[in-house]
């Protein structure tokens, strides 16, 4: 094969994706700046060719889809939550102390749930189950899923800021202690 040859491999329907996205996201970004394109060019082809062996990748491909899973329902969990993670259904129904999965609520008309928690009257079925204080589980894991990714992002960036500190002075103190 000569230099000038390149080599020719199957694309799946992921990398077809990726060519797409990066594409239209390469031709945007030079709308923008004139000559990006041109200038990164061997930094998008390498970029692509690191997306082209993930897509390859079995484990790599289920951490991504499990990452981008939380990440999502971190950020629409809240909206989607049938009740607010802290309203105690046993003002609604004093049926749902410890509820088992499936126990439908019945909200009244007349009810601490629709005057303060502003809940529409009618039946809700519970997905999990109630807690001791009679909380839905599943508006619970949806609202602390945020607070979670917001963790998880916080030790994230900590984490090798503290190390790198952490490093600095153990490595100059052990250079300061081999002097005496």
């Known amino acids: 094969m ?3 040859e390149k ?7 992921l990398d077809k994706l990726v060519d797409f996205i990066l594409g ?22 390498e ?4 997306l082209y062996a993930l897509n390859r990748s079995p484990p790599g491909l289920l951490g991504l889809s499990l990452v981008s899973f939380f990440i999502l329902v971190a950020l629409i969990g809240p909206y989607i939550a049938p009740f607010s993670y802290d309203m105690p259904l046993v003002l609604c129904d004093q049926n749902s102390y410890l509820a088992p999965p499936g126990t439908v609520i019945t909200v009244r008309e007349v009810s601490l749930c629709s005057e303060i928690y502003r809940i529409k009257p009618g039946n809700y079925t519970l997905i999990l189950e109630a807690d001791d204080y009679g909380r839905d589980l599943f508006s619970r894991i949806l609202y602390g899923a ?7 992002i916080l030790v994230m960036a ?5 190390g790198i500190t952490l490093g600095l002075i153990s490595g ?4 300061m202690s081999m002097r005496l």
Do not use: C, H, M, Q
């Open 2 to 4: 000569s230099g000038e």
């Open 7 to 13: 080599e020719v491999y199957e694309k799946k329907v």
């Open 24 to 45: 239209n996201l390469t031709s945007i970004i030079d709308r923008v700046r004139p000559g990006w394109k041109v200038r990164n060019e061997a930094r998008v082809e």
């Open 47 to 50: 970029f692509k060719l690191t």
């Open 146 to 152: 945020r607070t979670s990714l917001v963790v998880a």
């Open 158 to 162: 900590a984490g090798p800021l503290l």
């Open 172 to 175: 100059y103190r052990g250079v």
